[in-house]
C-alpha cells in the first residue's frame, strides 16, 4: 500500500520568510495530493491540492510542487505570517471514487514573531 | 457554508464498553470516510463507505469496529469493546464527488474518545 514520508517534523521560520515542507510517497499509481493544514484541537483542512497532471500550482502565498518522476512533492509558503502556524499534513491518494487518502507524519510550523 | 458534523465532541468509556461515534456528512456527498488521530500522531485511514456498503478498510479496522448508514443523513461508527488504544480523536469525512472526480475531502471536528 502507499507509505507518505513527510519532512521535517518541526520547522520554525522567522515571520516574513519561507517555509518548504517535502514528502514523497511510495506507489506509482497515486495522482492525487491534497495538504491539510491543522490548528491545535482543529479538524484538517484542505489548503491546496494538485492533480499529477500538472507540476506546479499556486494559490496566493501557497505553492505546490510535484515531481512524479521521483516521487516527491513539496508545499512552499511565502512571506509567513503568524497565523501560518499550525500542523501540515501532506497525504497521496489513488484516482478513484472512494479512495482512501493517506497522510504524512505532519510538520509543526512555528512562526517567530 | 455546509459543514460536517460529528457527535460526541468528546466521550470517555470504560474498557471494554461499546461507543457509537456519529457524524451527519454535507448533506449532497456520496463517499464517507473515517480516519482517527492519536494524539500527536497523524491522521490514519479507517473506513470508506460508499452505496451503502464499505469501499476500503485498513488494517486498524478489525471486527470491533463497524459502520452504518442508519439512515439518509447519518453514519455511525461502531466500536463494540472498547480498547485503551482506542483513544483517539476520530474524525468522519465526506466527498461529494470522490476523488476521481476532484471531490475535495471535508472532515467534521471529529469525536474525541477517551478510554479508561
Known amino acids: ?113 | 457554508e455546509p459543514e460536517v458534523t460529528q457527535t460526541p465532541s468528546h466521550q470517555v468509556t470504560q474498557m471494554g464498553q461499546e461507543v457509537i461515534l456519529r457524524c451527519v456528512p454535507i448533506s449532497n456527498h456520496l463517499y464517507f470516510y473515517w480516519y482517527r488521530q492519536i494524539l500527536g500522531q497523524k491522521v490514519e485511514f479507517l473506513v470508506s463507505f460508499y452505496n451503502n456498503e464499505i469501499s476500503e478498510k485498513s488494517e486498524i479496522f478489525d471486527d470491533q469496529f463497524s459502520v452504518e448508514r442508519p439512515d439518509g443523513s447519518n453514519f455511525t461508527l461502531k466500536i463494540r469493546s472498547t480498547k485503551l488504544e482506542d483513544s483517539a480523536m476520530y474524525f468522519c469525512a465526506s466527498s461529494e464527488l470522490g476523488l476521481a472526480g476532484a471531490g475535495e475531502l471535508f472532515f467534521g471536528e471529529g469525536s474525541r474518545l477517551t478510554v479508561l
Not at chain 1, 21 to 28: L, P, R
Not at chain 1, 41 to 65: F, H, W
Not at chain 1, 79 to 94: I, W
Open chain 1, 1 to 113: 500500500g502507499e507509505n507518505v514520508e513527510q519532512h521535517p517534523s518541526t520547522l520554525s521560520v522567522q515571520e516574513g520568510d519561507s517555509a518548504v515542507i517535502k514528502c514523497t510517497y511510495s506507489d506509482s499509481a497515486s495522482n492525487y495530493f491534497p495538504w491539510y493544514k491543522q490548528e491545535l484541537g482543529k479538524r484538517p483542512q484542505l489548503i491546496i491540492d494538485i492533480r499529477s497532471n500538472v507540476g506546479e500550482k499556486k494559490d496566493q502565498r501557497i505553492a505546490v510542487t510535484l515531481n512524479k518522476t521521483a516521487k516527491h512533492f513539496s508545499l512552499h509558503i511565502t512571506e509567513t505570517q503568524p497565523e501560518d502556524s499550525a500542523v501540515y499534513f501532506c497525504a497521496a491518494s489513488q484516482d478513484s471514487s472512494a479512495s482512501k487518502i493517506i497522510f504524512g507524519s505532519g510538520t509543526r510550523l512555528s512562526i517567530r514573531p
